[in-house]
């Protein structure tokens, strides 16, 4: 079954416009990852924050962990046409990291 | 520095052959992981190896499914035989340290069973 789940499951921004996508989780978690996938590739690791950390910044990127309430945010500034991609996050369990069902971003120039 | 690399990129064969795909892992790395991938299932973990050994096959599919990894640098995922529903992108993934740890994917193989 899906731990995480993203939301919204498309976003369609202008390019420079800043874009965010959410996660939400049901169990307890040690950490969470970020993933982008460009069509036809695979995927590519963004960032990882740990469950006693509450923000991340790599970049452009800008990751927020709420605990409290298992949820997590992604927050891509200034975005750029070549930030169109599905974004998933990945929750751990106790023994394997699982997916979410991904956001869609299309950024237009 | 080479990353994880997958082979056949496509391959398109018919109902009742069997199917081998290819990874080679990033060098160093200890753990080994296949998905598949489907819109209706999103991504899904297969099976996963730690040292060559494999340690968690839960999510292969049926007993037509099978992995196996002779070495730390290469890795097969054997379907056999092979049926119209395993259409979909098969991808290998590759950590260091841990099986939580971030993992590096291959660019996956397309699989579609006629």
């Known amino acids: 079954s899906q731990q995480g789940e993203e939301d919204p499951q498309a976003l369609s921004i202008q390019e420079g416009e800043n874009a965010t996508m959410n996660c939400s989780y049901k169990?307890?978690?040690?950490?969470l990852q970020w993933y982008r996938q460009n069509s036809g590739r695979g995927l590519v690791h963004l960032i990882l924050?740990?469950?006693?950390?509450r923000e991340k910044h790599s970049g452009r990127l800008r990751v927020t962990l709420d605990t409290s309430k298992k949820s997590s945010s992604l927050l891509i500034t200034a975005s750029r046409a070549a930030d169109t991609a599905s974004y998933f996050c990945a929750t751990d369990r106790t023994d394997k990291l699982i997916f979410g069902t991904g956001t869609r971003l299309q950024v237009f120039p | 520095d080479a990353g994880v690399i997958q082979s056949p990129r496509h391959e398109v064969t018919e109902m009742g052959q069997e199917v081998t795909l290819r990874c080679k892992p990033i060098s160093g790395h200890d753990y080994l992981f296949w998905y598949r991938q489907t819109m209706m299932r999103g991504l899904e973990l297969l099976i996963y190896f730690n040292n060559n050994v494999p340690i968690d096959d839960s999510g292969m599919p049926e007993d037509r499914f099978s992995a196996k990894m002779p070495n730390a640098s290469f890795s097969t995922l054997k379907i056999q035989p092979s049926e119209p529903r395993d259409s979909a992108v098969y991808f290998c993934?590759?950590?260091?340290?841990?099986?939580?740890?971030?993992?590096?994917f291959g660019d996956g193989t397309r699989l579609s069973i006629l």
């Open positions: 924050i740990r469950s006693n950390e």
């Open positions: 169990t307890s978690i040690n950490n």
């Open positions: 993934a590759s950590s260091l340290g841990g099986r939580n740890q971030p993992q590096h």
